[in-house]
RNA sequence: GGGCCUGUAGCUCAGUCCGGUUAGAGCGCACGCCUGAUAAGCGUGAGGUCGAUGGUUCAAUUCCAUCCAGGCCCA
């Protein structure tokens, strides 16, 4: 007889292998044709909200890895709150506005560029950036990431860019926006400002001089040697042009400064450590060192010009460096970075006699009308002719040229516009905010304290043309800011209805309310500003043109969450809007990850070879692994990705799925309401993994609240792969496929079985949200169930499992079943065993343990997988199989099963062969047989 | 150069805050079993000077300092 037809084998349809990257998108369309994201929304609503306010991605490029990070946590951050019983609204939003954009769309334009009106430009921008937004939403689905993709939000609808508008008015109102001057790359030829992304970095032969700058007055309480000297800071530079714009000599607080013998009656001012260097190129080798001088007691003396004849004030900065130079640095804050910050600090102002063209002012004795860098020769002989010029040479470097051009760019300040940090007191208040907030990691906070504690004023302005314009107006009289209530709320409306284009297409007079005059002079005629905002500016107001606005959102958000990199971008900006503007921080929490570097914890970058494209991922693994990666990495620190460790995951997600699988295929005749077994009815060791399921419910549900996944992911797999495979399902088998189908031994392993499954299923859901609804429509039904698994709920630990008394009875079992495989193990090894059916185990253990197993006496040969268990009360003979001279309270011996092997179950029993009308087969399964028939 | 952060088996992670038995898990690997989860399943085993060096301490993976490697943000 063929007994094999009388076992109930697993059976299902759900495959073993996934395909991921062939049905995910099935699973998408199927998804979207039942319309599941409205489904969420709709069945959610009433319930508390937790929004996770989207930072907007850049609408330029596909996505990479480090896009695909970001939006899959977020995507499971979202799901599991969903699942939580919030209700989630995920909202996605692009940057479209900015440089980058810009430039591609010049770049693509060419020539042509010069043919298109401000207005045809900006159209242009519009249309690639919307290209990119197709492209990269279609990305972000293919991920799984589930979201209002229908209605995002962009920073270019014009109600956003009329948000822009009005939140940048706020700033105008209430004082905070101020003019001032600050140097920027600025190319005289094509007559434009650059950014950083625009210039080019190329070898240069630039003149270097050496300038002395004497200091007035006596240098008190120094050296005796320099009595009767002057004292004479020397300068190096390799822009000449510069000196005519110097306002200070910048030393370093900490470097040892000496002065040494120069022309006669003079002692010259040089960092110790470039004292050989500088004399040999001056040729004067010899020169004796006068004394010691320290640069804090020289912070504030003046030194004459050497051609204005004015001060130069002495300024103490740490960016001088000792690499070149002289250690005294020239220092005009209109024309270098550095110059300008440390100017500031001095109250200095950022001068710069130079026109757009590159031309000094007429204001500039001896210069005006010339072009910079012819003026360079003409100022090496002005200073020699006085001088105060000690040695000229030339010197090649790196310099920076326009991209457009290919000339050299100068260091230019221009009027710009800033949010001020302390004429309100943005700054304490914003510092404040964010002690309010919680910071995820904690040392979030020190970081972006830090950089609101040590930033200067915010620079808004920008001299671009795809952007939303600083809304303001001044007056062609008197040159006064025109701004009141009336003309931002004029404003306001205009951008609304025709977004921000309406600037750059009307005149001032047509952009303000009709009468509007300057208050200071009466003025009717109006300049209306050129400039366009920074687009931090325009995602740092998200919070007010997305949160506020929409009615299914609020204000302000649970969580932003993005890379680290954002203390200095969204959530810095986003707080500085939003403290100036409403008083606190639009976020209750900021959650950061780290960047995604390769096998070795490098970057990623084109020159290294070692991107990993996610599209590479997903068509190669599925989107699925690239969500595992995600869930099991701490992507609190920077995280690794290689083809090991994606291959990695792969098996990782095997045993998932394949445990999964398994639990399908033992449950094909289950139907839950009619067949479920009553709790107290239940067998105790499946009650005991039901007990063991709800420690691992309570740990996930907790990761999920403190977004923790990773302990999720390893407890979910040590789960399946101990506590299931290795040893529930596996001492389960014999029960299941041999008992009767309809008994209560079977259906009381099937109900656990069902209830850990459907449990399963829905605690990945969030992660793996493909595998679990394809596992949940393979799952047995129950009346009532959701019709997508992400409509349920994650489970909850369920008092009615709970028992830790049932665990405490069962741990010694398993301890010593770690025991009885050791020894079957060895007994394989020498060939006493093949299958560890044909073992029975004499157990002697000591009275402690006896007393503990006794009861379970019964269920030991199913646990242990063995034919039979022979427990006997003793002494232990000291040493364990396997065991080295510790005293085990158990010894254990394997000897071959008494009986034949049962034919249909394959356990061995002295009873086989006893029934004639079934020679080959033990008396369980012969009562299994008959219950079936 | 500055600020913030990271470094535990081949891989992903525990443990380190509040120093103290042979530093754990899973995967991978090796060997074996099974062939009724089968492009599956089970078992056993081998892997770590806890980045390096100094210091504090009776005792340091754990505390401190320096260095090395790497990351983000500034310069």
Known sequence: MDYKATLNLPSTAFPMRADLARREPEQLARWEQARLYEKIRASSQGRRRFILHDGPPYANGHIHIGTALNKILKDIIVRSRQMAGYDAVYVPGWDCHGLPIEHNVDKELGDRKRALSLAQVRQRCRQYAERFIAIQREEFKRLGVMGDWERPYLTMDPRYEAIIARECLHFGLSGDLVRSRKPIHWCFTCRTALAEAEIEYEEESSPSIYVKFPLEGPPEGMSPELAGRRLVAVIWTTTPWTIPANLAVALHPDYAYVAVEGDPGEAWLIARDRLAPCLQAFGRSGARVLGAIDPRRLEGLRCRHPLSGGDSLVVLASHVTLDAGTGCVHTAPGHGREDYDVGRRYGLEAYSPVDDDGRFLPEVPEFGGLAVFE???????????????????????????????????????????????????????????????????????????????????????????????????????????????????????????????????????????????????????????????????????????????????????????????????????????????????????????????????????????????????????????????????????????????????????????????????????????????????MREIDRLFLHRWQRLVEKARRAYGEYEFHSIFHGLHNFCANDLSALYLDILKDRLYASAAGSPLRRSAQTALYLLLEGLTRLVAPILPFTAEEIWRHLPSRPGREESVHLASLPEPDPLWTDPELAARWEPVFRVRTEVTRALEQARAEKRIGQSLEAQIVLEAADELYVQLRPFAAELPAVFIVSAVDLRRGEPPGAVPGEEGAAAPVSVRVEPAPGRKCARCWVFDPEVGTFPDHPDICPRCRRALEESA
Not at 421 to 426: A, H, R, S, Y
Request: with cysteine; aromatic share 10%; hydrophobic share 40%.
């Open 375 to 681: 003026a360079n020769p003409r100022i090496l002989q002005a200073l020699r002719a006085r001088g105060s010029l000690i040695h000229a040479e030339t010197y090649t470097h790196s310099y920076p040229h326009c991209w457009r051009c290919k000339r050299p760019v100068i260091f230019r300040a221009t009027p710009q516009w800033f949010i001020a940090m302390d004429k309100n007191g943005l700054r304490r208040r914003a510092l404040e905010a964010i002690d309010r907030v919680r910071w995820i990691p904690a040392w979030g906070r020190e970081r972006i304290y830090g950089m609101i504690q040590n930033r200067p004023d915010w620079c808004v302005s920008r001299q671009r043309a795809w952007g939303v314009p600083i809304p303001v107006f001044t007056c062609e009289g008197c040159g006064a800011l025109v701004l009141n209530e009336a003309i931002a709320d004029h404003v306001f409306r205009l951008f609304c209805a025709h977004g921000a284009d309406v600037w750059f297409e009307r005149e001032a007079g047509e952009l303000v309310p009709a009468g509007t005059r300057c208050p200071a002079c009466g003025e009717e005629r109006l300049r209306k500003e050129s400039d366009i905002l920074d687009v931090w500016f325009d995602s740092g107001v998200s919070h007010a043109a997305v949160l506020e606005e929409r009615e299914d959102l609020g204000w302000p958000a649970d969580l932003y969450l993005e890379g680290s990199d954002q203390h200095r971008g969204w959530f810095h900006s986003s707080l500085l809007t939003a403290v100036g503007t409403r008083g606190r921080a639009p976020y209750e929490a900021v959650l950061t990850h780290g960047f995604v570097v390769d096998a070795e914890g490098r970057k990623m970058s084109k020159s290294l070879g070692n991107v990993i494209a996610p599209k590479e991922v997903i068509d190669r693994f599925g989107a699925e692994i690239l969500r595992l990666w995600v869930a099991a990495s701490d992507y609190r620190d920077d995280i690794r990705i290689s083809e090991t460790i994606l291959s990695q995951l792969s098996d990782a997600y095997r045993r998932i799925r394949n445990t999964c699988r398994f639990l399908l295929g033992n449950l094909y005749d289950f139907e839950p309401a009619r067949h479920a077994v009553d709790p107290p009815a």
